[in-house]
């Protein structure tokens, strides 16, 4: 039971699990569903005439027996009394009258007796007769087409369309219906006009025919037509049909083969790729969307492959840098601990080389904090109107006695107190100037200079740190804010991890300022951020 059940929804199975077999599907459907509109759309407009007047096919609801009508009751009526009529003969005028009014009523010898063909409404509404001038001369009703009334003033303004055209054929065959007459369906209204033509070949005037449109013709008999049509239909659709599929299948397979192909080569590679191999990428062939989508897959890896190097290079160089400060401390505890039992007294050197390593260590694991916060996008800022002197003077005054008694720099202010307010977090400013000012120090000489200076810039307030230290070589200086830049060349002095400008870039922008670097070799370097002025 279970692998019958399992054999029956194979097909279902592989539609939803295989590409190329949706494709194939879909074009299938696709050729199908276009010849099956079609046959609705001719069948909408031979049965519900709104439909005909939405695709603009309302010659389809023409009655095919008008115009066929209109040339036999002409006969019938007789051409020679025709013309009479129109010539102003009394006489022939009141027989053509008599007889206009039988063929509407239905009651003409040879021909079908109302209902029979039919069980629909009256199939012939009005019949007149015009001579070459457009004016009535005889009519079924004269109500509806008074004698001596023009044509173009009569009840039906289609009459003046078929008898224009009937006079510009000039008795000649009409290409559209392959015979003397016109016919058209106009504002659900059959119509058909025949020329009444003399033996000198002029035509002397014309004879119309109103009816109503096929479907108002077919009436209750409507839906054995329809019947009817549908079998007829169901053979031409398999004529349509079969040598369509016998093209639409293979082209669809063949489709489906080359897109399938594509994608199971990416989806090998992602799986690749999520196994852990880094370096696998996709040959794109194309430009198409599976080409782009592969580009990205490859600029994807590409970016992976990169954060996985500056990972590794992270975690290296972090256990290095926190493994530097560690062991300096423990040795340094251990002389300490080995002087006290000794009864030496210890030396206020150890004691500055612990606090020394200690700070390195609380400035290294505040950068990891606020990068982990910068990357999870959690990090909080509390905006207010904030002083620039008040902070840059701050952090001057904090950094100036380090940077004196390590290295002999001296670290100034110009900043002018009457710089306005920015709006941002004073905090974040802070550890924004701290990591500027600790970075010029870490590169510049004994006897250094770094000065802090701002100045105010249409909306924005830019604050200027520089130095005068060894300056950053050309090829380096764009790489300058990228994380782990100077960790990955390992040319830094202990305590730099490669994360402060990284976050200072960040930390910049998240107010909505910019950053930037100038240096020269040598001379050396200016870092200039911006804040918005509160």
């Given at each position: 039971m279970h692998a019958a059940w399992y054999g029956l929804c194979t097909p279902v199975r592989l539609f939803r699990q295989r590409t190329a077999i949706q494709l194939v599907v879909s074009y299938v459907a696709a050729v199908l569903l276009a010849i099956t509109l079609i046959q609705a759309t001719i069948i909408a407009t031979l049965f519900w005439e709104p439909a005909a007047e939405i695709f603009q096919y309302e010659q389809v609801l023409l009655n095919p027996f008008i115009g066929e009508n209109s040339r036999s009751y002409a006969l019938w009526i007789g051409t020679d009394r025709l013309i009479a009529a129109i010539d102003g003969d009394e006489g022939?005028?009141?027989?053509?009258?008599?007889?206009?009014?039988?063929?509407?009523?239905?009651?003409?010898p040879g021909f079908e007796a109302p209902g029979t063909r039919f069980s629909g409404e009256q199939e012939i509404a009005h019949a007149v007769v015009v001579n070459p001038d457009g004016v009535v001369v005889a009519a079924s009703d004269p109500a509806f087409a008074p004698p001596g009334t023009a044509v173009s003033d009569v009840g039906r303004h289609e009459f003046a369309q078929v008898f224009?055209?009937?006079?510009?054929?000039?008795?000649?065959?009409?290409?559209?219906?392959?015979?003397?007459?016109?016919?058209?369906?106009?504002?659900?209204?059959?119509?058909?006009?025949?020329?009444?033509?003399?033996?000198?070949?002029?035509?002397?005037?014309?004879?119309?025919?109103?009816?109503?449109?096929?479907?108002?013709?077919?009436?209750?008999?409507?839906?054995?037509?329809?019947?009817?049509?549908?079998?007829?239909?169901?053979?031409?659709?398999?004529?349509?049909?079969?040598?369509?599929?016998?093209?639409?299948?293979?082209?669809?397979?063949?489709?489906?083969?080359?897109?399938s192909k594509r994608l199971d080569r990416l989806a090998g590679a992602a799986d690749s790729l999520a196994e852990g191999n880094l370096d696998t990428r996709v040959t794109v062939r194309r430009r198409d969307e599976i080409g782009r989508l592969a580009e990205r897959f490859n600029e994807m890896g590409e970016r992976i492959a990169a954060n996985d190097r500056s990972r590794r290079a992270f975690i290296s160089n972090v256990s290095h840098d926190l493994r530097t400060p560690v062991s300096i401390i423990q040795g340094t505890v251990e002389r300490m601990v080995e002087a006290?039992?000794?009864?030496?007294?210890?030396?206020?050197?150890?004691?500055?080389?612990?606090?020394?390593?200690?700070?390195?260590?609380?400035?290294?694991?505040?950068?990891?904090?606020?990068?982990?916060?910068?990357?999870?996008?959690?990090?909080?800022?509390?905006?207010?109107?904030?002083?620039?002197?008040g902070v840059v003077n701050e952090a001057v005054m904090g950094m100036r006695e380090l940077a004196w008694s390590q290295q002999k720099v001296t670290v100034e202010s110009l900043v002018n107190p009457d710089i306005p307010p920015v709006?941002?977090?004073?905090?974040?400013?802070?550890?924004?100037?701290?990591?500027?000012?600790?970075?010029?120090?870490?590169?510049?000489?004994?006897?250094?200079?770094?000065?802090?200076?701002?100045?105010?810039?249409?909306?924005?307030?830019?604050?200027?740190?520089?130095?005068?230290?060894?300056?950053i070589p050309p090829e380096t200086l764009p790489n300058v804010f990228t994380r782990y830049y100077q960790a990955e060349r390992s040319k830094r002095k202990a305590g730099g991890s490669g994360l402060g400008l990284s976050i200072v870039k960040q930390i910049v922008e998240e107010h909505g300022g910019t950053i930037v670097v100038e240096s020269q070799v040598g001379q050396g370097t200016t870092f200039r951020f911006s804040l918005p002025v509160a």
């Open positions: 022939a005028v009141g027989t053509v009258d008599a007889r206009l009014a039988q063929i509407v009523s239905g009651h003409v224009s055209q009937v006079i510009a054929l000039g008795g000649q065959i009409s290409p559209d219906s392959a015979n003397l007459y016109v016919s058209t369906a106009i504002d659900g209204r059959s119509v058909a006009a025949y020329p009444i033509v003399a033996d000198d070949g002029a035509v002397r005037g014309v004879f119309l025919l109103e009816g109503p449109t096929l479907p108002a013709l077919l009436g209750p008999a409507r839906g054995d037509f329809v019947r009817q049509y549908a079998v007829e239909n169901a053979k031409q659709f398999w004529l349509f049909s079969i040598p369509a599929l016998l093209v639409a299948i293979p082209f669809g397979v063949w489709r489906a083969r080359s897109i006290r039992e000794s009864g030496r007294p210890v030396d206020s050197f150890s004691v500055d080389v612990i606090q020394h390593e200690t700070r390195m260590l609380a400035h290294l694991i505040d950068d990891l904090f606020t990068l982990a916060k910068l990357e999870e996008h959690s990090l909080r800022l509390d905006r207010t109107a904030m002083s620039v002197p709006y941002a977090d004073p905090t974040r400013v802070r550890q924004v100037i701290n990591n500027l000012l600790y970075n010029a120090l870490r590169h510049t000489p004994e006897g250094g200079l770094i000065v802090v200076q701002a100045v105010q810039r249409g909306s924005t307030v830019e604050i200027a740190i520089s130095d005068t230290g060894r300056g």
